[in-house]
Every structure is written in structure tokens, then in C-alpha cells.
């Protein structure tokens, strides 16, 4: 069973930087990436990187968060720098797989920054 597993959430003054990671196993994944949250708000794409290695971000977000993978321990890190107050949401790891059409979710990390 696919299974993804977030860490690095926290609070954070503004300014600061957080580091994400998700642990994806169960499966040979197609892409994996990030969403966030807003309250009473759908979830958003932040970041996202494919098998082949290619990215894609929320242009508004491009400059400030990075996303990167580590094969072989099955893993993906969101680098976040320069936090603002807006950027307070729950995160969320993100997969699709190989011959299937299913979205998977992570349970979702809350990040909040202060002003």
C-alpha cells in the first residue's frame, strides 16, 4: 500500500526557513510533490518533481522554495526560505503512480509563521 509519511513542520518566524520531507513508499511513483492548504480553501499546487527529475512550481513561489528528491531512499524535501505569514497553511505530500489514476495524500504538516 502507497504510504507517505511528512516530517518538518513547525513554526517559524518571518524570514526564517523550514525543510519538509516526505517518505513515499509502497510503490515506483510517477510524480511526487507538495500542496498546501489555506483554511476553508481547496489545496494548491507548491511543487512537484517527476521521475525524470523535472519540476514545476507556483510561479509566485519559485523563488523561495525548492524542491528536491533523494531516490533511493524514496524520499522528497521541500526547502522553504524566506517565510511569511501568508505561507502559514497545512502542507501536504502528494504522489501519483504508475498505471493508476488515484491521488495520494500525506496526512499533512502545519507550518506557521509569525510575524
Known amino acids: 500500500q502507497v504510504q507517505l509519511v511528512e516530517s518538518g513542520g513547525g513554526s517559524v518566524q518571518a524570514g526564517g526557513s523550514l525543510r519538509l520531507s516526505c517518505r513515499a513508499s509502497?510503490?515506483?511513483?510517477?510524480?511526487l510533490g507538495w500542496y498546501r492548504q489555506f483554511p476553508g480553501k481547496q489545496r494548491d499546487l507548491v511543487a512537484s518533481?517527476?521521475?525524470?527529475?523535472?519540476?514545476a512550481y507556483a510561479d509566485y513561489l519559485k523563488a523561495r522554495f525548492s524542491i528536491s528528491r533523494d531516490d533511493h531512499q524514496n524520499t522528497i524535501y521541500l526547502q522553504m526560505d524566506s517565510l511569511k505569514p501568508e505561507d502559514t497553511a497545512v502542507y501536504y505530500c502528494?504522489?501519483?503512480?504508475?498505471?493508476?489514476?488515484?491521488?495520494?495524500w500525506g496526512q499533512g504538516t502545519q507550518v506557521t509563521v509569525s510575524s
Open positions: 502528494h504522489a501519483l503512480v504508475y498505471g493508476r489514476s488515484t491521488d495520494y
Open positions: 518533481i517527476s521521475r525524470d527529475g523535472n519540476t
Open positions: 509502497g510503490s515506483r511513483f510517477r510524480v
